[in-house]
């Protein structure tokens, strides 16, 4: 069996463009070659790259293709901008295709696997090497695909220190101001102020709006907890302080990695101060989170107001 000839070095370790190859004389016969694969015209992607990789890093393959052929005034957007700067979207909007604005009126990217807007006016950025829309702009286009929760979610990241912050509340309020009247508008103004900082995963959203929405008290995210002499003891997920209860999310990876070993040592230190720590999972409801939580702030002196 024939092998295709080498290609060189720098054109295996990354999506290249047709034209880059052209000007170093390789024949379009090698560019046709089965160890290459063109997911947009003019563009070709090493199949070593992404023929056993995982979805992030198909998507960021994906992306780097596209890039080799971006115009100026287009730029990365909607899902698209949102994963590459690592602000939550559910599984359903992870496909493998590419959210593109251009900042011409009435002209739309398009292609296959690419979806196409006009965003004249838009405000972009950077975000690793690639050309973003703003963030704060990226959460309102979010608006018209994602529900009130998964909003609430995505706005707790840009507001989030960890690992950076993204946009500030008021780049998010003027953000809100200028989307009025669009897809999505109604739902922006009820995520708005909704929206925590500290938050430091989606799942500490949800069970900090589970609680709320049950009538508790509303937690601290991510607070500092000190002993009697000041010493800090932990960094408690959802704290509520005058009832000595700490809710903690425990992810997929908690029984995998060293962290579990931290935790247990921590939440021993928080027990001998007499915290009462509630500990969900993946697989406990709502349901369950109000029941569980409940029940300890009960326990530690607190009384539901009733109407």
């Known amino acids: 069996m024939r092998h295709p000839e080498p290609f060189p070095a720098d054109l295996t370790a990354a999506p290249f463009a047709v034209r880059d190859a052209d000007r170093r004389n390789i024949s379009r016969n090698r560019l046709r070659a089965r160890d290459l694969t063109s997911p947009f015209r003019g563009v070709r992607v090493p199949l070593a790259l992404v023929a056993n990789a995982k979805p992030e890093k198909k998507f960021a393959a994906l992306?780097?293709?596209?890039?080799?052929?971006?115009?100026?005034?287009?730029?990365?957007?909607?899902?698209?901008?949102?994963?590459?700067?690592?602000?939550?979207?559910?599984?359903?909007?992870?496909?493998?295709?590419?959210?593109?604005?251009?900042?011409?009126?009435?002209?739309?990217?398009?292609?296959?696997?690419?979806?196409g807007h006009s965003a004249p006016g838009a405000?972009?950025?950077?975000?690793?090497?690639?050309?973003?829309?703003e963030p704060a702009e990226v959460w309102c286009e979010l608006?018209?695909?994602?529900?009130?929760?998964?909003?609430?979610?995505?706005?707790?990241?840009?507001?989030?220190?960890?690992?950076?912050?993204l946009a500030t509340r008021e780049q998010l309020e003027a953000a809100v101001a200028r989307h009025a009247g669009r897809a999505g508008a109604k739902k922006l103004r009820e995520a708005l102020p909704q929206l925590r900082e500290r938050?430091?995963?989606?799942?500490?959203?949800?069970?900090?709006?589970?609680?709320?929405?049950?009538?508790?008290?509303?937690?601290?995210?991510?607070?500092?907890?000190?002993?009697?002499?000041?010493?800090?003891?932990?960094?408690?997920?959802?704290?509520?302080?005058?009832?000595?209860?700490v809710v903690e999310y425990e992810g997929e990876r908690w029984h995998a990695d060293?962290?579990?070993?931290?935790?247990?040592?921590?939440?021993?230190?928080?027990?001998?101060?007499?915290?009462?720590?509630?500990?969900?999972?993946?697989?406990?409801?709502?349901?369950?989170?109000?029941?569980?939580?409940?029940?300890?702030?009960?326990?530690?002196?607190w009384t539901p107001e009733h109407p």
């Open 63 to 115: 992306c780097d293709a596209y890039q080799t052929k971006l115009p100026p005034r287009w730029f990365f957007s909607g899902p698209t901008a949102a994963r590459i700067m690592g602000i939550p979207v559910p599984h359903r909007l992870e496909r493998m295709e590419v959210h593109v604005s251009s900042l011409v009126p009435h002209e739309r990217p398009r292609g296959r696997w690419v979806r």
């Open 258 to 301: 060293d962290r579990s070993i931290i935790d247990v040592d921590r939440f021993n230190a928080l027990s001998a101060l007499l915290w009462t720590i509630v500990r969900v999972r993946k697989h406990h409801t709502r349901a369950d989170i109000e029941r569980m939580v409940e029940k300890a702030l009960r326990a530690n002196g």
């Open 123 to 133: 405000t972009v950025g950077t975000f690793r090497g690639r050309p973003v829309r």
């Open 199 to 245: 938050v430091w995963s989606p799942k500490e959203t949800t069970v900090r709006l589970t609680m709320v929405r049950a009538g508790m008290p509303e937690p601290e995210n991510n607070k500092p907890i000190y002993d009697e002499n000041g010493k800090l003891v932990a960094i408690g997920d959802l704290v509520l302080e005058e009832f000595m209860t």
């Open 143 to 165: 608006a018209s695909v994602l529900d009130i929760d998964e909003l609430i979610q995505a706005g707790d990241r840009l507001l989030s220190d960890k690992p950076f912050r």
